[in-house]
């Protein structure tokens, strides 16, 4: 089966980093592209990074210039390395993968990130 298990979320204070990682298995891994998004209360869902199968990168607004994402195939994992935390990228972040073969996406339990001004 999917399985996409992220780790590296907890409380961090402003200004502060942390390196988000999910790792992967079920799926061709080195073919798929990855995303992370995530969720704060009371709003809407969105998309932070993504990262295709060839390593090109795009990123919301609300993060580019802080965040980076990047994949390691050899290890079948996806990082999201976060710098410059401020509270309000206080969320569950998920890490997500559409499938090759079907229309569907495959989604992680989701990790909490916690920024404190």
């Known amino acids: 089966q999917v399985q996409l298990v992220e780790s590296g979320g907890g409380l961090v204070q402003a200004g502060g980093s942390l390196r988000l990682s999910c790792a992967v298995s079920g799926i061709i891994f080195r073919r798929n592209n990855m995303g992370w998004y995530r969720q704060a209360p009371g709003k809407q869902r969105e998309l932070v990074a993504t990262i295709t199968s060839d390593g090109n990168t795009n990123y919301a607004d609300s993060v580019k210039g802080r965040f980076t994402i990047s994949r390691d195939n050899a290890k079948s994992t996806v990082y999201l390395q976060m710098n410059s935390l401020k509270p309000e990228d206080t969320a569950v972040y998920y890490c997500?993968?559409?499938?090759?073969?079907?229309?569907?996406?495959?989604w992680g339990q989701g990790t909490q990130v916690t920024v404190s001004s």
């Open positions: 997500t993968a559409p499938s090759i073969f079907s229309p569907r996406t495959y």
